[in-house]
């Protein structure tokens, strides 16, 4: 059975930062996308970043490029998305999500394996 753990959100001010993680345990493929996601209230989910395992070129939305940063360690089967400069806008829940056979890489849409989010807030 696939599960995604996220943790690592919080409260921060703006210009602080945060690294949420997502434990990624029961996959049984061995190559898969990881993708963070976030939804604000009343929004729709948007991709954030993405990665595939055993790469090293990341995806990232323009909203974050410069200030978000992807990562893995793929021993450990752990996805990190470490976020600087923060923005109010930035607040939301933050989804990790696994898929196979992924193309898309920042649509939701795309992958069927969900963490249950972790809050992150940035006050002004």
């Known amino acids: 059975q696939v599960r995604l753990v996220e943790s690592g959100g919080g409260s921060v001010p703006a210009g602080g930062s945060l690294r949420p993680s997502c434990k990624v345990s029961g996959y049984t493929a061995s190559s898969y996308c990881i993708g963070w996601f976030r939804q604000a209230p009343g929004k729709e989910r948007e991709g954030v970043a993405a990665?595939?395992?055993?790469?090293?070129?990341?995806y990232y939305a323009n909203s974050v490029k410069g200030r978000f940063t992807i990562a893995q360690d793929n021993a450990k089967k752990i996805a990190y998305l470490q976020m600087n400069s923060l923005k109010p806008d930035d607040t939301a829940m933050y989804y990790c999500?696994?898929?196979?056979?992924?193309?898309?890489?920042?649509?939701?849409?795309?992958?069927?394996?969900w963490g249950q989010g972790t809050q992150v807030t940035v006050s002004s």
């Open positions: 999500a696994a898929g196979v056979g992924v193309r898309l890489v920042l649509d939701p849409d795309e992958y069927n394996s």
């Open positions: 990665i595939r395992t055993g790469s090293d070129s990341p």
